[in-house]
């Protein structure tokens, strides 16, 4: 069965980076794009980008382009999100979720997302 | 961006009965070329990452209960629920997959009345 399993917890300062990693397994990793997705304490949803696995290929939200780094290392099937000059409204959780479809089906990065990781809660605290 | 909006914000129902939750988007999330809807609904439960119940608006995500089903297309979609059950109790969210960045709906939460 797919299993996303996402590293833990992390306190860091305003203006650190933080990395996140999501280790996939039950399926071909680099066959199916990989998203993050964040949700500050009691908010909603926001999407944040994407990566495709198979070419590192990435997709960000504008509101992140320059902070945000999403890599891949295939050869231990796992993500990484990078979110550099933290502030303290980036306190959230942060999930990855892979996408549908197989990357090399058509449109296959326009995606539900499919299966999503457990949350790595990120706070950013002084 | 698009924006998504949900209504209504709270929806307390009696166990047993039906629950509706209408998603709008601000353009349309149809795609002509194939005529496939890129909308999604995703269930959260407390302390739990999103569920998806729901994709091309309509089409049920395996598992998922047939009292669930997603209806709508262009800028209306409807999330309904034919009969709650306890396990029912959570917030859904409806999120449009169309154009980047990817929106989702400020969320419904679903409560016994």
């Known amino acids: 069965q797919v299993q996303l399993v996402q590293s833990g917890a992390e306190v860091k300062k305003p203006g650190a980076s933080v990395m996140v990693s999501c280790k996939a397994s039950?399926?071909?990793?680099?066959?199916?794009?990989m998203h993050w997705v964040r949700q500050a304490p009691g908010q909603g949803l926001e999407w944040m980008g994407w990566?495709?696995?198979?070419?590192?290929?990435?997709k960000y939200a504008q509101k992140f382009q320059g902070r945000v780094t999403m890599t891949r290392d295939t050869s231990i099937n796992t993500a990484y999100m990078e979110l550099g000059r933290l502030r303290s409204d980036d306190t959230a959780v942060y999930y990855c979720a892979r996408g549908m479809d197989p990357y090399y089906y058509e449109k296959s990065d326009y995606s539900g997302l499919h299966h999503w990781g457990q949350g790595t809660l990120v706070t950013v605290s002084s | 961006d698009i924006v998504m909006t949900q209504s209504p914000e709270s929806l307390p129902v009696s166990l047993g009965e039906r629950a509706t939750i209408n998603c709008k988007s601000s353009?349309?999330?149809?795609?002509?070329?194939?005529?496939?809807?890129?909308l999604a609904w995703y269930q959260q439960k407390p302390g739990q990452p999103p569920k998806l119940l729901i994709y091309w608006a309509s089409t049920r995500e395996y598992g998922v209960p047939d009292r669930f089903s997603g209806s709508g297309s262009g800028t209306d979609f409807t999330l309904a629920i034919s009969s709650l059950q306890a396990e029912d109790v959570a917030v859904y969210y409806c999120q449009q997959y169309h154009s980047t960045p990817f929106t989702f709906g400020p969320g419904t939460k679903v409560e016994i009345k």
């Open positions: 039950g399926y071909t990793f680099s066959d199916y794009y």
């Open positions: 353009q349309s999330v149809l795609y002509s070329s194939n005529n496939k809807n890129y």
């Open positions: 990566i495709n696995p198979n070419n590192g290929g990435t």
